[in-house]
């Protein structure tokens, strides 16, 4: 455990630098005493080397007259671990392939806080990744997300926290239902709202500048749609039906904790959208004698008989894992959109219709 040092004059707030970050976001955990355990997640587009040791952590508490506050969280899995996608390894560019794919940085540590009603603390990176085509100057953008707690009334307390990827994928013309519903040790209620995500280069009094949409796109409407993105702010789930292919977005998620309807913490989660293609075509990894193949209106899969299967969703999601006896994978029930089915060495991505 770490005690936190005091500055007694503003600093500006230190950051890092890389290229193609895809999301990010910060978390904290209560472990005992006056201890919490805090966590950045940064999500790296695997076509950058970057390579981050270590982040900052700064933040601020008016109440308590605490000017700024740095904490340095080390990394716990140098070189970033390939989290996504799962229909690209191991021929992504995680593994020096040529396809797209995510590399996850999770840095953590543990520091001690007083009490204070209005802590507030960030952790920025630059930059985006070029590829957004839905505002300015995306290379020149950083990114920045935020916590907050109050821990006045009771140091029990822990951020909300999200086990979905904060990079997701959506199939063109296709209606889809992303989730991004998060667990809470606490048992507070929660609100979800979108905003506008940050750019780097704050302070803890002063907010940073925001990434500017292109018209029409804002912070809520971020897509091109065939109605208008809806947000449940009970549960997360976000609703949209793309209609632009290969348009590619950001937005900002916050979640918000309530104890008997008192704020006691937030968190927010730096979130990038891909829209792909309609038309998924079928793909070898490696040629295999474990064959994969469809009936005409894919709701059968064959494999190999006795050969494994592993099947997940485009978001990455593991739907099937195992084995076949008589090689017969029935889909019927799958929603349509993206699937990647892998048997032996053979890799497939397919649409559900």
């Given at each position: 455990m770490r005690s936190l040092f005091l500055i007694v004059f503003v600093l500006t707030g230190l950051s890092i630098t890389a290229t193609h970050v895809v999301g990010s976001e910060l978390t904290y955990k209560y472990v005992g005493g006056s201890n919490y355990r805090f966590q950045v997640k940064y999500w790296v587009d695997c076509s950058s080397?970057?390579?981050?040791?270590?982040?900052?952590?700064?933040?601020?508490?008016?109440?308590?007259?605490?000017?700024?506050?740095?904490?340095?969280?080390p990394v716990l899995n140098p070189g970033g671990t390939p989290v996504f996608p799962a229909c690209a390894w191991p021929n992504s560019m995680c593994s020096n392939g040529p396809d797209p794919g995510i590399r996850e940085f999770v840095f953590a540590d543990t520091f001690s806080l007083q009490a204070c009603s209005d802590w507030t603390f960030y952790t920025e990176i630059c930059c985006r990744?070029?590829?957004?085509?839905?505002?300015?100057?995306?290379?020149?953008?950083?990114?920045?997300?935020?916590?907050?707690?109050?821990?006045?009334?009771?140091?029990?307390?822990?951020?909300?926290?999200?086990?979905?990827?904060?990079v997701a994928y959506a199939c063109c013309n296709q209606a889809l239902s992303f989730t991004q519903t998060a667990s809470d040790a606490d048992g507070d209620s929660l609100v979800y709202s979108f905003y506008t995500p940050w750019d780097d280069g704050m302070s803890c009094w002063t907010a940073s500048g925001t990434v500017t949409y292109t018209n029409p796109y804002t912070f809520s409407q971020f897509l091109t749609t065939q109605t208008p993105i809806s947000l449940n702010t009970a549960n997360g789930d976000i609703f949209l039906h793309p209609t632009l292919c290969g348009q590619i977005s950001v937005f900002g998620l916050k979640i918000s904790?309530?104890?008997?309807?008192?704020?006691?913490?937030?968190?927010?989660?730096?979130?990038?959208?891909?829209?792909?293609?309609?038309?998924?075509?079928?793909?070898?990894?490696?040629?295999d004698e474990n064959l994969i193949h469809f009936d005409s209106d894919r709701s059968v899969l064959y494999i190999q008989p006795g050969a494994d299967i592993l099947l997940v969703d485009i978001q990455g999601k593991e739907l099937l894992q195992g084995y076949s006896s008589d090689g017969l994978i029935y889909l019927s029930n799958l929603a349509p959109g993206i699937y990647c089915a892998r048997s032996g060495n053979r890799t497939v991505k397919f649409l559900k219709n």
């Amino acid at each position: 455990m770490r005690s936190l040092f005091l500055i007694v004059f503003v600093l500006t707030g230190l950051s890092i630098t890389a290229t193609h970050v895809v999301g990010s976001e910060l978390t904290y955990k209560y472990v005992g005493g006056s201890n919490y355990r805090f966590q950045v997640k940064y999500w790296v587009d695997c076509s950058s080397t970057i390579q981050i040791n270590q982040v900052f952590v700064n933040g601020c508490a008016p109440s308590c007259n605490v000017t700024f506050l740095s904490m340095t969280l080390p990394v716990l899995n140098p070189g970033g671990t390939p989290v996504f996608p799962a229909c690209a390894w191991p021929n992504s560019m995680c593994s020096n392939g040529p396809d797209p794919g995510i590399r996850e940085f999770v840095f953590a540590d543990t520091f001690s806080l007083q009490a204070c009603s209005d802590w507030t603390f960030y952790t920025e990176i630059c930059c985006r990744s070029g590829s957004i085509t839905t505002i300015n100057n995306p290379l020149s953008m950083g990114m920045n997300v935020r916590a907050t707690l109050n821990n006045s009334p009771s140091p029990v307390n822990s951020s909300p926290v999200i086990s979905a990827l904060p990079v997701a994928y959506a199939c063109c013309n296709q209606a889809l239902s992303f989730t991004q519903t998060a667990s809470d040790a606490d048992g507070d209620s929660l609100v979800y709202s979108f905003y506008t995500p940050w750019d780097d280069g704050m302070s803890c009094w002063t907010a940073s500048g925001t990434v500017t949409y292109t018209n029409p796109y804002t912070f809520s409407q971020f897509l091109t749609t065939q109605t208008p993105i809806s947000l449940n702010t009970a549960n997360g789930d976000i609703f949209l039906h793309p209609t632009l292919c290969g348009q590619i977005s950001v937005f900002g998620l916050k979640i918000s904790e309530y104890q008997n309807s008192v704020l006691v913490g937030s968190m927010s989660r730096d979130i990038m959208i891909t829209v792909m293609p309609s038309l998924v075509g079928t793909g070898d990894v490696s040629s295999d004698e474990n064959l994969i193949h469809f009936d005409s209106d894919r709701s059968v899969l064959y494999i190999q008989p006795g050969a494994d299967i592993l099947l997940v969703d485009i978001q990455g999601k593991e739907l099937l894992q195992g084995y076949s006896s008589d090689g017969l994978i029935y889909l019927s029930n799958l929603a349509p959109g993206i699937y990647c089915a892998r048997s032996g060495n053979r890799t497939v991505k397919f649409l559900k219709n």
